[in-house]
Structure formats: C-alpha cells, structure tokens
C-alpha cells in the first residue's frame, strides 16, 4: 500500500501562518505530481497548489502569492508554507500524490485530510 500522512494543521488567527507537511510511504517507485486540495464546509473540493517532480509548481488564484508548495523527493514529503491566511482559507487540506508503484503501474491517493481553522 501507499500512505500519504498530513500534518500540521490547526487553528491560527487571520494574518498567520500555518505549515503542512504530508509524508509518504509505503510501496513507492516514484512519485510524479503532488498537491493539496481543499475542501471547505459545504464546498467542493479544489485544487490549491500542486508540483511536478521536477519542481514546477501551480497555485490557485485565491491562494497565489500567499502559499508555497514544495517537496523533498528524498523524503517523499510535499509542503505547503500557508502565510497571509485568511477566514476563506478554513477547510480541510488534504495531500494528493500520482505514485507509480511499479514500473508497470500507477495510481492517485489521497492523504487523510488536516483541518485548517483560520479565526480571531
């Protein structure tokens, strides 16, 4: 199996920040694209950064300027440096990784989600 674990979550007042972090492991032979999605109370959930093996990153507007992704591909660990935050950022995040667990085969996961509370 593949284990994507976020953590970092939690509660931070407008104007903070906030770090997550999600860690996989398990049967991994490579890991292409990973991201976090958010989900929002009574929302869908949406794509907020993603990044290629090879560093390149993508970012939401409402999120642009104001997160950063990154990944140690040596610790298969993606990043997600939250400043700025804002009510509107409250959900909860969660990781996403395209692991090839073989040569021959690949597949979307998903971590188990960190709640994300921004509130004065």
């Known amino acids: 199996q593949v284990q994507l674990v976020e953590s970092g979550g939690g509660l931070v007042q407008p104007g903070g920040s906030l770090r997550l972090s999600c860690a996989a492991s398990?049967?991994?032979?490579?890991?292409?694209?990973m991201g976090w999605y958010r989900q929002a109370p009574g929302k869908q959930r949406e794509l907020a950064a993603t990044v290629t093996s090879g560093g390149i990153t993508n970012y939401a507007d409402s999120v642009k300027g104001r997160f950063t992704i990154s990944r140690d591909n040596a610790k298969n660990t993606v990043y997600l440096e939250m400043n700025s935050l804002e009510p509107e950022d409250t959900a909860i995040y969660y990781c996403?990784?395209?692991?090839?667990?073989?040569?021959?085969?690949?597949?979307?996961?998903w971590g188990q989600g960190t709640q994300v509370t921004v509130s004065s």
């Open positions: 398990g049967r991994i032979f490579s890991i292409n694209a």
């Open positions: 996403n990784a395209d692991v090839r667990v073989t040569i021959f085969r690949s597949g979307a996961y």
